[in-house]
């Protein structure tokens, strides 16, 4: 019984493509994020929703588009991928927009080639 | 600005050994601070955490740390390390807010040698 799932867990596309990654949590909580984990392990905030409102938006680049149908999803679309969009892309949720108990998603590898 | 430094990319230590991964912190405001584990090809798993309440924190799998706000460190420390510890570690801060994001540290990756 997972409590944040995604997918696809692995991704491979050309340049140039368009792709989605899904992500339902079944924890009741109230936030959602998206994270980037780059090839040096290293972890970036994106995107956080409550209760489907955008509350937190990083630098990214507009490519990459959240969309929140309710707040159990969270979905990630990215636009003309790019070689430097692959990465480890990390969904994770917590309740009352408190991250002090974000519990993170497995994980979707993203390879573009 | 908020951010977190860790010490030491690679950390190795036998196993039955004490682990000790550092983390230090840097933040304007009271800061929350927590230790994610992260195991090959999987999510992050929380370990523990630091909200204000008691300075040691105890966590899962017999990790623990301390929050010491005149060094801003919050140190992981284990006793005794098995070969199941192996994995990387970060240590992230937030602000005491809702809707905070988390920010990380560069990860720690925990070799156990037999």
């Known amino acids: 019984d997972t409590a944040v799932s995604q997918t696809p867990k692995y991704l491979v596309t050309q340049m140039g493509n368009d792709k989605s990654i899904k992500c339902e949590q079944n924890?009741?909580?109230?936030?959602m994020y998206w994270y980037k984990q780059d090839s040096k392990k290293f972890l970036k905030i994106m995107f956080s929703?409550?209760?489907?409102?955008?509350?937190i938006n990083e630098t990214v680049p507009n490519r990459f588009s959240p969309k929140s149908p309710d707040k159990a999803h969270l979905n990630l679309h990215i636009n003309s991928l790019e070689l430097g969009d692959s990465a480890v892309y990390f969904c994770?949720?917590?309740?009352?927009?408190?991250?002090?108990?974000?519990?993170f998603g497995q994980g979707t590898r993203l390879t573009v080639v | 600005a908020q951010s977190v430094t860790q010490l030491g990319s690679h950390v190795s230590v036998s196993e039955g050994a004490l682990v000790l991964l550092r983390c230090n912190y840097s933040s304007s405001v009271p800061p929350y601070l927590f230790w994610y584990v992260q195991y090959p090809n999987q999510g992050l798993q929380l370990l523990l955490k630091y909200t204000s309440a008691a300075t040691l924190v105890k966590g899962i799998n017999g990790f623990e740390a301390e929050f010491k706000k005149s060094e801003t460190s919050f140190h992981l420390t284990k006793p005794s390390a098995h070969m199941s510890d192996a994995a990387e570690y970060f240590c992230a801060v937030s602000k005491q807010q809702i809707n905070e994001k988390l920010t990380f540290g560069t990860g720690t990756r925990l070799t156990i040698i037999p």
């Open positions: 924890l009741g909580h109230d936030t």
């Open positions: 929703y409550n209760n489907k409102e955008l509350i």
């Open positions: 994770a949720s917590s309740q009352r927009g408190s991250p002090t108990e974000a519990f």
